[in-house]
């Protein structure tokens, strides 16, 4: 780019910036009409996001809406919602590729039981470990009450509210150390509160302990599973896939309650559309913020025609108009996050304190994600800008000189 270019350039960023201060009452409320929407999307966007990951965590709380077992498994229905309960019976994991593959299935999770030895001199004292993938789970972890703080590796276990371990407590079951990592919240359901949970990669680890010479969980195998937990996808009901299910050989379907499973569904569908509403409300911005500059340039077509009368080129005249609105909208988006931060603290002291006090806990988003948040919510509010002021600069400068100079004066 030329030294000329350059220039020229920076002279129209300059009357850019002294038209804005020009009409310094117009200017102000237009930055406050922008401050106000992006300070509603921007406080919207992180409650909503809260919300949802409240409710996600509480309906995850709930368990499953099924649970597959093996056929002669006997299951008390209450308790299978969360976890598997002891039984000697497997279920090859093949089926849960199968079962993960019928429509209206949303998520699926194995879980497998199994007795293990807790110190090495008494092989006959025994608890409950529940091995889970980690990855796939949407029961146990939602439990977690308190944890280390650092991520679950290898050889880390969770226990129950009801298991005496302490966090951080070294153990040595199976023969082979172990740290207890996590402890889960109080359920109400026994298999939850009693048991041991620990990855699939640490159950292995602890099979490869030896008691009397044998392996300390004779019974593990990673091929097979004691129960796989289903969670339905919106829009579908228990019967259908329950059917779809039954299909399989040596396997039984037991089904949840299913006014967990319809409230779930509904409150996604809710959520669904409060972010179409939020979709709505940023298409209205534009809206407005396109007819605002539409009028603004019309009050300027005799300013525009003179500068194309003497020899203002198009896109330099083009990058004026669209560089005035970006910057207004710019600063609207900057008070507009203030002013949602504003928002958000008043309603962390009130709602979410009163909810505190029921002993109800709300999922604010960590501060990184915050962050992004507000930098999408400025970009957006720039583009808004952008695109509002795009279609009238090009329409008046396409335009004869002559022309708008005449249309102003007359």
Known sequence: MSKARREN?????KLACQNILRQPTRTMLLILAVALVTGALFASAIVGRGVQASIERSFDQMGADLIVVPADALVNITSALLTVQPTES????????????????????????YRIPMMVHMPEHKANLIAFDAKSDFTVLPWLKEKLAREMRKGD???????DQTLGEELEPCDQAA????????????????????????????AQG???????????????CSA?????ALGTTPEQVKFAISQIDNVKVITGTTIVTSTRQTTSALLAGMACM?????LGSTIVIALLFSAIISERKREIGLLSAIGSRRFSIVSMLIAESCFTTAMGGICGIGFGTVLLLLFQR???????????????????EITVVASICLLLTIVCGLLGALLPSLKVSASEPYNLIQGEGG
């Open 278 to 282: 939020v979709a709505v409300m940023l």
């Open 90 to 113: 497997t279920i090859d994991v093949a089926v849960l590729d199968r079962i993960a593959k019928i429509d209206g299935v949303e998520r699926v999770a194995a879980q497998s039981i």
């Open 179 to 206: 740290t207890i990592y996590g402890k889960l919240g109080r359920s109400g359901v026994g298999p939850l509160d009693d048991s041991m949970f620990a990855t699939y990669e640490t159950a292995q680890y602890l």
């Open 350 to 368: 009130s709602l979410v304190y009163y909810l505190e006090t029921l002993h109800i806990e709300f999922g604010w988003s960590p501060i990184g």
């Open 228 to 232: 796989i937990l289903v969670r339905l």
């Open 157 to 163: 276990l969770v226990v129950g509210a009801r298991v």
């Open 210 to 224: 030896k008691i009397n010479g044998a392996s300390a969980i004779p019974t593990f195998d990673r091929n097979r």
């Open 9 to 13: 350039n920076g002279l129209f960023l």
